[in-house]
């Protein structure tokens, strides 16, 4: 398996554009997570999926901000409009539930000009 | 939910000593225990967890201690070599329940020769 696939790597876009990122979980797991890094803030979880279902929304900043699986194998992540401290590498994660060890992805290190 | 708080936030060390960094949970219903390993630019690894049901784990030079009645767990690393440099991450969970995966703040270990 090639493991978890985000899309794309890098992401520059000028503020109030929207943006999608996305993710490809490894098959098989049906945990998906979504997480963003900044120095400041660490790693921040701020949604989870399980069996495609969102479990805890509670760490999505703001309504810009949504998240959707539409089936097993991809998940997107948007942002709309963006601003500039929405900048920050933003990772998504995978596990099969029962066994818990979660695998992350490259990571989209997005900027927000 | 879960809270997790990591110490120190930095640590540095010379190469050949031991590194020991510490967490504690505030669930008690927390049952895996994985710590993460972040180089430079890279993705979170996974390179140690432990489960509830077990007080000490090793691999090699990296070993994970858990303290279920005080609700903390520590990661040791021995010998510390230059490629031990990155930022680590412990984390806390309960299993079954969606698994929603909680970091603490990261530690940024530096090993000098």
């Known amino acids: 398996d090639a493991g978890v696939i985000q899309s794309p790597r890098h992401e520059v876009t000028e503020m109030g554009q929207e943006v999608t990122l996305r993710c490809k979980p490894i098959?098989?797991?049906?945990?998906l997570f979504w997480y963003r890094q900044t120095m400041m803030r660490g790693l921040e979880l701020l949604i989870y999926f399980n069996n495609n279902v969102p479990i805890d929304d509670s760490g999505m900043p703001e309504d810009r901000f949504s998240a959707k699986m539409p089936n097993a194998s991809f998940s997107t992540l948007k942002i709309q409009p963006s601003e500039p401290r929405d900048s920050a590498v933003y990772f998504c994660?995978?596990?099969?539930?029962?066994?818990?060890?979660?695998?992350f992805g490259q990571g989209t290190r997005l900027t927000v000009v | 939910g879960e809270n997790v708080e990591q110490h120190p936030s930095t640590l540095s060390v010379q190469e050949g000593d031991s590194a020991v960094i510490k967490c504690t949970y505030s669930?008690?219903?927390?049952?895996?225990f994985p710590w993460y390993k972040q180089e430079l630019g890279k993705r979170p690894q996974l390179i140690i967890d432990i489960r509830s049901n077990v007080g000490e784990k090793k691999d090699q030079r990296i070993a994970v201690t858990l303290n279920k009645t005080a609700k903390h767990f520590s990661l040791h690393i021995t010998e510390t070599q230059p490629e031990d440099s990155a930022v680590y991450f412990c984390a806390a969970i309960t299993t079954g329940g969606g698994n929603k995966l909680t970091f603490g703040t990261g530690t940024q270990l530096k090993v000098e020769l």
């Open positions: 669930d008690s219903a927390s049952n895996y």
């Open positions: 994660a995978s596990s099969l539930a029962i066994r818990a060890e979660a695998f």
């Open positions: 098959s098989g797991h049906n945990s």
